[in-house]
């Protein structure tokens, strides 16, 4: 099952795609990250991450040769995400699903976020994904209504 999914060609949505890690230790979850994304976007520099979804995240991160700064912040619509810094070869903002969600969850998580039409930012979709509402319906009501 993949972990990662990215958006094809450009991005008209709030996200880039979408990544499942294994656990949250970022220390060991950010070198398989880069090391899945395509060389072609260049190399990784930064990371930003909320600190509610990595409250132990250390400052820097070894990944692939060379080290990763990790900025921590503490702002809602970053909780769910993680934003990839290539320099000057671009950034990549991506719906960080929690470790523990349920695979059919995670698969409908990182194919919506993916979609190049998806008008969902990261809180929106997990809180979607989280509702106790029938879940096919959820869908595909909140991606007609757009971003709240």
């Known amino acids: 099952m993949p972990r990662l999914r990215l958006t094809p060609g450009v991005s008209q949505g709030p996200l880039d795609g979408a990544w499942w890690p294994r656990c949250d230790a970022l220390e060991l979850e ?3 990250l880069v090391g899945s994304l395509d060389p072609g976007i260049g190399t990784v520099t930064r990371v930003t991450v909320g600190t509610a979804a990595w409250p132990d995240a250390p400052w820097e991160v070894m990944a692939h040769g060379h080290v990763i ?3 921590l912040t503490d702002s809602v619509a970053e909780a769910h995400a993680v934003t990839v810094d290539c320099g000057t070869m671009g950034r990549w903002e991506l719906l960080v699903i ?12 990182l194919t919506t976020a993916a979609d190049p039409a998806n008008p969902l930012p990261a809180p929106r979709l997990l809180a979607l994904a989280e509702s106790s509402l029938d879940e096919q319906d959820a869908w595909g009501s909140e991606a007609e209504a757009g971003p709240r």
Do not use: G, I, K, Q
């Open 30 to 32: 950010l070198p398989v």
């Open 69 to 71: 700064e990790v900025v």
């Open 98 to 109: 929690p470790p523990s969600e349920p695979a059919r969850v995670a698969t409908r998580l």
